[in-house]
């Protein structure tokens, strides 16, 4: 059974580029969150996919955006990068069904902006 | 909002010693509660869960109880080996649609032989 995989691993960027990130779930889940975890610090909430559609949205600007497909997987995108936005970008899955109590988490991508 | 706080680290323990991270929580309705565990260069992995008052959630040999009345969720165990070295994260979700995770901040945990 495949957990959460994400790709790429590391990212490095420079300020101003944009980045996509992307998400599988874990098998037969249907609801992807992503968020975003800097150096020393617990992972903060970016936005919630469920059926496609974007569920719930945390504190962060609109240059981070994202998408899910029909097979359930996501996309994260992020323009204009800032400094500020070098973490590690955490993609959890979840069953709606069970109100998503359990979020599974991937190994995240590290993205490092310069 | 919602809000959880959790000791600071790092807490440094020898091998067998017992550990508690202390977790308190604030949330406007009737909060799940988790603790994450995050090996060095990995993503989270649940450690255990509680979704109602006095639950206790008990994975490998961890344990956290739920307490409504001081609103806090502590982590502990027993004795603790070299491999439970790694950062613990407290986390809260309201259970209403969405669920998102809110987190501590983390606190690192060091075991020595």
């Known amino acids: 059974d495949a957990g959460v995989t994400q790709s790429p691993t590391h990212l490095i960027k420079t300020r101003g580029q944009q980045v996509t990130l992307r998400c599988s779930p874990k098998?037969?889940?249907?609801?992807v969150s992503w968020y975003q975890q800097a150096l020393g610090q617990g992972p903060q909430f970016i936005f919630q996919?469920?059926?496609?559609?974007?569920?719930q949205r945390g504190n962060f600007p609109d240059r981070f955006s994202g998408h899910q497909f029909p097979n359930y997987s996501s996309e994260l995108n992020v323009n204009a990068l800032l400094l500020g936005d070098s973490a590690l970008y955490l993609c959890a899955s979840s069953l709606e069904v069970n109100r998503g109590e359990t979020q599974y988490f991937g190994p995240g991508t590290r993205l490092l902006v310069l | 909002g919602n809000s959880v706080t959790q000791m600071e680290g790092p807490v440094t323990l020898s091998e067998e010693a017992f550990l508690t991270i202390n977790c308190t929580y604030t949330?406007?309705?009737?909060?799940?509660l988790f603790w994450y565990v995050q090996y060095p260069g990995e993503g989270l992995q649940l450690l255990l869960k509680a979704t109602k008052a006095d639950d206790k959630g008990s994975n490998k040999g961890f344990e956290a109880t739920y307490r409504k009345e001081t609103t806090s969720f502590h982590l502990e165990k027993g004795s603790v080996q070299v491999s439970d070295s790694a950062v613990y994260f407290c986390a809260l979700s309201e259970g209403a649609a969405g669920n998102k995770l809110t987190f501590g901040g983390g606190t690192r945990v060091l075991v020595k032989p």
């Open positions: 996919y469920y059926e496609e559609e974007e569920r």
């Open positions: 098998s037969g889940h249907d609801t």
């Open positions: 949330a406007t309705g009737y909060p799940s």
